[in-house]
């Protein structure tokens, strides 16, 4: 059973757009924050956007100005809209969701989706 589901990557020129959806099933969607995550090869996995429940939201200093992160709870959705977009944007991105039972935290993952900006 697929928890995290990431689309809408591409192919884009510099300068362009694109909007990254993130589906959660009913198991581990819910009041909690969700992240945005990205990897480049040769480099460790970076933060790049998250939101909470209520709306408030956080950004890595690159993307601040140029990304935005929203969520629809009734669709169990995260998106990351990303405008402006500078070929150091390119790598795989992953959503992120911490669970929590009686043996502690638990991270679940996407299977990711490539975001490749090259003219």
């Known amino acids: 059973q697929e928890q995290l589901v990431e689309s809408g990557g591409g192919l884009v020129q510099p300068g362009g757009s694109l909007r990254l959806s993130c589906v959660a099933s009913e198991v581990i969607f819910g009041p909690r924050p969700v992240g945005w995550y990205r990897q480049a090869p040769g480099k460790q996995r970076e933060f790049v956007a998250a939101?909470?429940?209520?709306?408030?939201?956080d950004y890595e200093d690159s993307v601040k100005g140029r990304f935005t992160i929203s969520r629809d709870n009734a669709k169990r959705t995260v998106y990351l809209q990303m405008n402006s977009l500078k070929p150091e944007d390119t790598a795989r991105y992953y959503c992120s969701i911490r669970t929590f039972g009686p043996a502690g935290p638990r991270d679940h993952w996407g299977q990711g989706t490539q975001v490749t900006v090259s003219a």
């Open positions: 939101i909470t429940s209520s709306g408030s939201t």
